[in-house]
């Protein structure tokens, strides 16, 4: 039972660089999210997925673009990376829209951008 | 809006030592409240939740937390620090209808000292 796998688990770019991180789940989860972690900030929420086929803007969007082409898989694309997106970045899903429901979580992607 | 706070970046205690990480959280509306727990190098997995019923919440590894909604608190305690307690640990809320959303505080790490 794999849960939230994200690949790459460690990458570094240089400026203006793109890369796609990709996640998937094998729980048949309805709900995806991408969050980043930065020291002192916790996690911040990037963008979601309320099913295949739609994505949402979550707090901190600029930069990013996701797509959930199968319900299985949720990608985070860089179009352009900037220093300021060097983090460590969790995805996680859940089954249903509940506040009362709990996230599952990958076990991380650290990116470096250079 | 919703918001969290923890208010420790750290809190050093020795093994055996009672442990109290504090979380106050902000909302007009009824919340859920989590618990989540980050050892070193992985993803965050959860450690207990309050949604409706007794305000006094047992989870994993022998932690509990109390909600208090006149104080809008949800303190995470422990009786006895264990070395393998040592983590990094986020409070965070969410809303019923709200896509499942959380917002988490900024994370306060635990350190166990022999």
């Known amino acids: 039972n794999a849960g939230v796998t994200q690949t790459p688990k460690f990458r570094v770019l240089k400026t203006g660089q793109s890369m796609t991180l990709l996640c998937a789940q094998d729980?048949?989860?309805?709900?995806m999210y991408w969050y980043r972690q930065d020291p002192g900030m916790g996690l911040r929420l990037i963008h979601y997925?309320?099913?295949?086929?739609?994505?949402a803007k979550g707090e901190v969007p600029d930069g990013y673009n996701v797509s959930r082409l199968k319900k299985q898989n949720f990608l985070l694309g860089l179009e352009s990376a900037a220093p300021s997106q060097t983090s460590v970045y969790f995805c996680?899903?859940?089954?249903?829209?509940?506040?009362?429901?709990?996230?599952?979580f990958g076990a991380g992607s650290r990116l470096t951008v250079l | 809006a919703q918001s969290v706070t923890q208010l420790d970046s750290q809190v050093p205690v020795f093994e055996e030592a009672p442990v109290e990480l504090r979380c106050n959280y902000s909302?007009?509306?009824?919340?859920?409240l989590f618990w989540y727990v980050q050892y070193p190098n992985q993803g965050l997995q959860l450690l207990l939740k309050?949604?409706?019923?007794?305000?006094l919440v047992k989870g994993i590894n022998g932690f509990e937390a109390e909600f208090k909604k006149s104080e809008t608190s949800f303190h995470l305690t422990k009786p006895s620090a264990h070395m393998s307690d040592a983590a990094e640990y986020f409070c965070?809320?969410?809303?019923?209808?709200?896509?499942?959303?959380?917002?988490f505080g900024q994370g306060t790490t635990l350190q166990v000292k022999p």
């Open positions: 996680a899903s859940s089954y249903s829209s509940s506040g009362a429901n709990v996230l599952t």
């Open positions: 729980m048949n989860h309805e709900y």
């Open positions: 965070a809320v969410s809303r019923s209808g709200n896509t499942g959303k959380l917002i």
């Open positions: 309050y949604t409706t019923g007794a305000t």
């Open positions: 997925s309320v099913g295949e086929g739609t994505t």
């Open positions: 909302s007009s509306v009824s919340v859920y």
